[in-house]
């Protein structure tokens, strides 16, 4: 879903300001230079230094249309590859740095602790569905129909949520270009999709979605997130694992029909001690680069991964999906 028109996304990037689009470009090459040094006082430095912003392969590079996209940005980074002289960062900033002169939307080359190649053009549409779905972020959505009476509870990486005057609902605002252009969408969507299905029932209920807001139901409770945080016993003794384990395996399945990733990390599920029951608060999807680290095969290797160890690691050394430089 994310996929869908994937090069009309990636063109957004000429509508920016030119203060926009230098911050972009310069996140992209920051976090690609983690290939060179994990510094980010020397990436800082290298990512905004102009003697790498070798021009002169600029005019080698060809077009790009709408039709071949994928096909000409993989020829175009075939052409750097055969350049033997150039060095792997100092190629995706060249890259960059055409695709920015074409008023297309730079690629993240590094995430998850490793670097992506592209030989074929589809690995350009992975890396393209990864660029924009956290370099858009960067850019700020202001929201302005916020009501008085509406009180904020906690934000995640797209949406700031409030709950209702009534409490009984939360309402989703998206604070960032991707957040209100096509992740609050794709989400919406998801549900759409899930309607009718056994995997439904574990959803937050949504109400409306109108002008990139989303209104849903109101889990009273805790987030998974929290209670590893939080509770000593939940580690030991988790709650209800047997069902997490059926949602596990419905959202598995959801995935086999629609190729869509949803992201199942425990912030987003929210355990209501009403209902004794575990909901899905957040039922957007992520890129699929970055959602082959959750283990699909087997339910107890996802929690021991995802739930567990990955708590414990995030606190020793917080994983860095993508390191981005953001507006002070
Ligand atoms: N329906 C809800 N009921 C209770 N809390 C919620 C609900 N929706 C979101 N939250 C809280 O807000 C946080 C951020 O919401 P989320 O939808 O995950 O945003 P994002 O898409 O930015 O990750 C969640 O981790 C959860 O703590
Ligand atoms: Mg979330």
């Given at each position: 879903?994310?996929?869908?028109?994937?090069?009309?996304?990636?063109?957004?990037?000429?509508?920016?300001?030119?203060?926009?689009?230098?911050?972009?470009?310069?996140?992209?090459?920051?976090?690609?230079?983690?290939i060179?040094?994990?510094?980010?006082?020397?990436?800082?430095?290298?990512?905004l230094?102009?003697?790498?912003?070798?021009l002169s392969?600029?005019?080698?590079?060809?077009?790009i249309?709408?039709?071949?996209?994928?096909?000409?940005?993989?020829?175009?980074?075939?052409f750097?590859?055969?350049?033997?002289?150039?060095?792997?960062?100092?190629?995706?900033?060249?890259?960059?740095?055409w695709?920015a002169?074409?008023g297309?939307?730079?690629?993240?080359?590094?995430?998850?602790?490793?670097?992506?190649?592209?030989?074929?053009?589809e690995?350009?549409?992975d890396?393209?569905?990864?660029?924009?779905?956290?370099?858009?972020?960067?850019?700020?959505?202001?929201?302005?129909?916020?009501?008085k009476?509406?009180?904020?509870?906690?934000?995640?990486?797209?949406?700031?949520?409030?709950?209702g005057?009534?409490?009984?609902?939360?309402?989703?605002?998206?604070?960032?270009f991707?957040?209100?252009?096509?992740?609050?969408?794709?989400?919406?969507?998801?549900?759409?999709?899930?309607?009718?299905?056994?995997?439904?029932?574990?959803?937050?209920?949504?109400?409306?979605?109108?002008?990139?807001?989303?209104?849903?139901?109101?889990?009273?409770?805790v987030?998974?997130?929290?209670?590893l945080?939080?509770?000593?016993?939940?580690?030991?003794?988790?709650?209800n694992?047997?069902?997490?384990?059926?949602?596990?395996?419905?959202?598995?399945?959801?995935?086999?029909?629609?190729?869509?990733?949803?992201?199942?990390?425990?912030?987003?599920?929210?355990?209501s001690?009403?209902?004794?029951?575990?909901?899905?608060?957040?039922?957007?999807?992520m890129?699929?680069?970055?959602?082959?680290y959750?283990?699909?095969?087997?339910f107890?290797?996802?929690?021991?991964?995802?739930?567990?160890?990955?708590?414990?690691?995030?606190?020793?050394?917080?994983?860095?999906?993508?390191?981005?430089?953001?507006?002070?």
């Amino acid at each position: 879903m994310l996929r869908e028109n994937l090069f009309e996304k990636l063109k957004c990037y000429s509508d920016f300001s030119s203060k926009e689009k230098d911050l972009i470009l310069a996140s992209a090459n920051y976090n690609n230079a983690r290939i060179l040094k994990e510094d980010s006082v020397f990436r800082k430095n290298h990512s905004l230094d102009d003697s790498i912003q070798d021009l002169s392969f600029l005019e080698c590079l060809g077009a790009i249309t709408s039709k071949t996209w994928a096909h000409d940005i993989c020829m175009a980074d075939q052409f750097l590859k055969d350049q033997k002289c150039i060095s792997l960062f100092d190629r995706s900033v060249i890259l960059n740095n055409w695709l920015a002169s074409n008023g297309i939307c730079p690629l993240l080359r590094f995430a998850f602790s490793k670097w992506y190649e592209i030989d074929f053009p589809e690995d350009v549409e992975d890396l393209a569905e990864l660029s924009l779905v956290y370099l858009y972020k960067i850019i700020p959505h202001v929201f302005s129909n916020l009501s008085k009476n509406e009180e904020f509870i906690a934000e995640g990486a797209y949406g700031r949520v409030f709950i209702g005057e009534d409490k009984d609902k939360v309402i989703k605002y998206p604070y960032n270009f991707a957040a209100k252009n096509f992740m609050l969408d794709m989400e919406s969507n998801v549900y759409k999709k899930s309607i009718g299905s056994d995997l439904n029932n574990y959803f937050a209920k949504l109400y409306k979605f109108h002008d990139g807001i989303m209104v849903k139901e109101y889990i009273e409770g805790v987030s998974g997130w929290y209670l590893l945080e939080h509770d000593k016993e939940f580690r030991a003794d988790p709650y209800n694992l047997k069902q997490l384990e059926e949602i596990y395996h419905l959202i598995n399945k959801f995935y086999l029909e629609y190729n869509i990733n949803i992201d199942m990390h425990p912030g987003n599920f929210q355990w209501s001690y009403k209902d004794n029951k575990w909901f899905i608060v957040d039922y957007g999807a992520m890129p699929k680069i970055g959602s082959e680290y959750f283990p699909r095969d087997c339910f107890h290797k996802y929690f021991k991964k995802i739930w567990l160890d990955l708590h414990s690691l995030m606190k020793d050394i917080p994983i860095r999906s993508v390191d981005l430089l953001f507006y002070k």
